[in-house]
């Protein structure tokens, strides 16, 4: 099994910054990208970046691109968010996801094998 832990969630106004983290314990060596997601309220769950093990491979979803970067420590187990330039929109739970496969291109289609328990992001405006 693997455990995530998120942290960095909070209150920030529009046009902040927030950096949230990920840490992965447990079968490490299983995981072969990292990921993160997040749900607004009444909302589906929605894809937000992906990381391959190598850091070859990120992808984010459109209404992010550019505002939000997401990074890994291998050495710590540990991804990251960057959020800059925040909306009100982007208020959601934001949840860690780690993948035993890397689908590479298919990856925002991927069903996690492990979550972490979500961190609250609200922007207000």
């Known amino acids: 099994q693997v455990q995530l832990v998120e942290s960095g969630g909070g209150l920030v106004q529009t046009g902040g910054s927030l950096r949230l983290s990920c840490a992965a314990s447990?079968?490490?060596?299983?995981?072969?990208?990292m990921g993160w997601f997040r749900q607004a309220p009444g909302k589906e769950r929605e894809f937000v970046a992906a990381?391959?093990?190598?850091?070859?491979?990120?992808y984010r979803a459109d209404s992010v691109k550019g505002r939000f970067t997401i990074s890994r420590d291998n050495a710590k187990n540990t991804v990251y968010l960057q959020m800059n330039s925040l909306k009100p929109e982007d208020t959601a739970v934001y949840y860690c996801?780690?993948?035993?496969?890397?689908?590479?291109?298919?990856?925002?289609?991927?069903?996690?094998?492990?979550w972490g328990q979500g961190t609250q992001v609200t922007v207000s405006s």
């Open positions: 996801a780690a993948y035993r496969r890397w689908y590479g291109t298919a990856q925002p289609m991927a069903v996690p094998d492990y």
């Open positions: 447990g079968r490490t060596f299983s995981i072969n990208g």
């Open positions: 990381e391959g093990l190598s850091g070859g491979s990120i």
